[in-house]
């Protein structure tokens, strides 16, 4: 690829490197959890969003000007779009934290937030290999990996929700918060699935 050539691909990447970090920090924040400090990691978590959003930008700008692109500029546009959501909501799940007030760690919030984690570093590995899509013998093995985890989270979530209202009766402002907070943490993962669905499906329709 030519140097001045811009690498969708690359760019789609980065993307998932975002929302990566975001969910590094997150198991980070969680770990080592302190009211106190908290808004200073939203703002640091939201600095990250905006480079993200750059990036989506930086994309959208491209494929509106381009006229040749590797893939469909649909399938380019739904792609970085359903990127940006991942960096969205893991953004959104410390922004929950605050919002809520939150004092205390609900442990299975940790088991949660390492999913997250994982599933968007499987998410990277995959896009690292999207651009070899027509030949790859391995992308199919990595999407899976990304569906597994998405069905690990669900789990998680099931239980941990009942858990809360079974266990914390008494704490209604408690079961408010977290119930809140692991929605988002659910569309984190379930946002890493439908990026792997969108790659499954470019790879079909261009094979």
């Not at 140097?3 to 969910?23: I, P, R, T």
């Not at 922004?95 to 990277?124: C, G, H, N």
């Amino acid at each position: 690829m030519a140097k001045d050539k811009f690498d969708y691909f690359d760019a789609m990447m980065n993307q998932g490197k975002f929302a990566l970090q975001e969910a590094q920090m997150l198991t980070m924040i969680l770990n080592d959890f302190d009211p106190n400090t908290l808004p200073q990691q939203v703002e640091a978590m939201h600095e990250i969003e905006n480079a993200a959003d750059k990036q989506n930008h930086e994309i959208f700008t491209h494929i509106a000007t381009e006229f040749l692109t590797p893939i469909d500029r649909e399938d380019i546009a739904e792609t970085a779009q359903r990127l940006d959501d991942i960096v969205d909501y893991v953004e959104d799940v410390a922004q929950q934290l605050y919002m809520y007030d939150i004092q205390e760690v609900y442990p299975p919030a940790i088991d949660m937030a390492k999913i997250i984690e994982r599933s968007t570093a499987a998410l990277v590995k995959a896009l690292d290999e999207f651009r070899n899509f027509k030949k790859s013998k391995t992308l199919s093995s990595m999407i899976i990996e990304v569906n597994n985890l998405e069905e690990e989270a669900d789990q998680i979530y099931s239980q941990s929700v009942r858990n809360l209202y079974k266990n914390y009766v008494e704490s209604p402002v408690f079961i408010m918060g977290w119930g809140n907070v692991f929605l988002r943490m659910e569309r984190c993962v379930d946002s890493c699935e439908n990026v792997t669905d969108m790659m499954a499906t470019i790879a079909l329709k261009n094979s």
